[in-house]
């Protein structure tokens, strides 16, 4: 699956500053070309160095060898990877990004990862005196292409108010829900919702089929009314279609809904229905859809 060129958007206008993106995969990678085109000084870093070369031969910016290269004098450094493990890796340690931020610089992380490690970070980043907020998004491939991001943040108010204006060049909306790891945290209860709307979509769907009826006809008549959701909107029709390349891949979401279970077992939150969707989407890897997008749930139904 390839990445689709970053879509054009009225950016507000602020005043330029020198930022950072670590992770130049299917987000990270037209979030930062967003920042390069609101007229920021960008430089990237991904692991693959290619990517990173192809980045700024597109967008103009600059490309560096280490994440502690590209954090080098940017004001604020964004990051989106897969997990704390991969987290860990591009922010602490020689090479890091947190040993070339200069001092009250931000790290913003867009990576959904756990809680305990944006505190972790948030933690460490004072000690060094720097900024952290945990930021993860949601919005899918889509919404990064589009800069119609929804953005979910943990932090102190007064950094939040520092990186909003920034960030909202990729975004719809920048939130801040609470202290360091709410944002982490508000992106389970995200997973959560869209693993129970998911599932009921794709028994829905499934069972107009086998009735006979139209379903993409149906999915247009019931999308006005009290069963509408995002993802009825944007996948209803693709699933009947039986097509699953659309972003978000199974192995991901299976990733995100781990963290949340456990969460709550820490917690003691009870989530029967989100376990229960987790290992329907563990049928589906096994199934050999370990990249299909979220909505290949119905193939279990099939």
Same mark, same amino acid.
């Given at each position: 699956?390839?990445?689709?060129?970053?879509?054009?958007?009225?950016?507000?206008?602020?005043?330029?500053?020198?930022?950072? @993106?670590?992770?130049?995969?299917?987000?990270?990678?037209?979030?930062?070309?967003?920042?390069?085109?609101?007229?920021?000084?960008?430089?990237?870093?991904?692991?693959?160095?290619?990517?990173?070369?192809?980045?700024?031969?597109?967008?103009?910016?600059?490309?560096?060898?280490?994440?502690?290269?590209?954090?080098?004098?940017?004001?604020?450094?964004?990051?989106?990877?897969?997990?704390?493990?991969?987290?860990?890796?591009?922010?602490?340690?020689?090479?890091?990004?947190?040993?070339?931020?200069?001092?009250?610089?931000?790290?913003?992380?867009?990576?959904?990862?756990?809680?305990?490690?944006?505190?972790?970070?948030?933690?460490?980043?004072?000690?060094?005196?720097?900024?952290?907020?945990?930021?993860?998004?949601?919005?899918?491939?889509?919404?990064?292409?589009?800069?119609?991001?929804?953005?979910m943040c943990g932090g102190d108010a007064q950094t939040f108010e520092r990186i909003k204006p920034v960030a909202m060049h990729f975004?719809?909306?920048?939130?801040?829900?609470?202290?360091?790891?709410?944002?982490?945290?508000?992106?389970?209860?995200?997973?959560?919702?869209?693993?129970?709307?998911?599932?009921?979509?794709?028994?829905?769907?499934?069972?107009?089929?086998?009735?006979?009826?139209?379903?993409?006809?149906?999915?247009?008549?019931?999308?006005?009314?009290?069963?509408?959701?995002?993802?009825?909107?944007?996948?209803?029709?693709?699933?009947?279609?039986?097509?699953?390349?659309?972003?978000?891949?199974?192995?991901?979401?299976?990733?995100?809904?781990?963290?949340?279970?456990?969460?709550?077992?820490?917690?003691?939150?009870?989530?029967?229905?989100?376990?229960?969707?987790?290992? @329907?989407?563990?049928?589906?890897?096994?199934?050999?859809?370990?990249? @299909?997008?979220?909505?290949?749930?119905?193939?279990?139904?099939?």
């Amino acid at each position: 699956m390839t990445t689709p060129s970053i879509q054009p958007r009225e950016y507000e206008k602020i005043s330029a500053l020198k930022v950072a @993106f670590i992770g130049l995969g299917v987000m990270g990678l037209p979030m930062a070309g967003h920042l390069a085109r609101a007229g920021h000084h960008v430089t990237v870093y991904n692991r693959t160095e290619a990517k990173a070369r192809a980045w700024a031969a597109e967008f103009g910016g600059q490309h560096a060898t280490t994440p502690q290269k590209a954090a080098e004098q940017a004001d604020i450094v964004f990051c989106c990877v897969g997990n704390d493990n991969d987290l860990r890796s591009v922010v602490l340690g020689d090479t890091g990004a947190f040993a070339g931020m200069k001092p009250n610089s931000v790290f913003v992380d867009h990576t959904t990862a756990s809680a305990d490690i944006a505190k972790e970070l948030a933690a460490i980043a004072h000690e060094k005196g720097l900024a952290f907020i945990d930021a993860p998004v949601s919005g899918g491939q889509a919404g990064a292409v589009n800069g119609l991001l929804t953005v979910m943040c943990g932090g102190d108010a007064q950094t939040f108010e520092r990186i909003k204006p920034v960030a909202m060049h990729f975004s719809r909306a920048v939130t801040l829900v609470g202290e360091s790891g709410a944002g982490q945290l508000a992106k389970m209860v995200n997973q959560i919702c869209i693993a129970g709307l998911v599932q009921a979509l794709s028994e829905g769907i499934a069972f107009g089929q086998a009735a006979g009826l139209d379903m993409k006809l149906v999915l247009d008549v019931i999308s006005k009314g009290a069963a509408q959701s995002w993802q009825m909107e944007n996948r209803g029709d693709t699933m009947v279609d039986n097509k699953f390349d659309f972003g978000f891949a199974v192995d991901w979401m299976r990733k995100d809904l781990g963290l949340a279970i456990n969460e709550a077992n820490r917690n003691g939150a009870r989530l029967p229905v989100t376990a229960l969707v987790d290992q @329907f989407y563990a049928d589906v890897q096994k199934m050999g859809g370990r990249r @299909f997008d979220t909505s290949s749930l119905i193939k279990r139904l099939g």
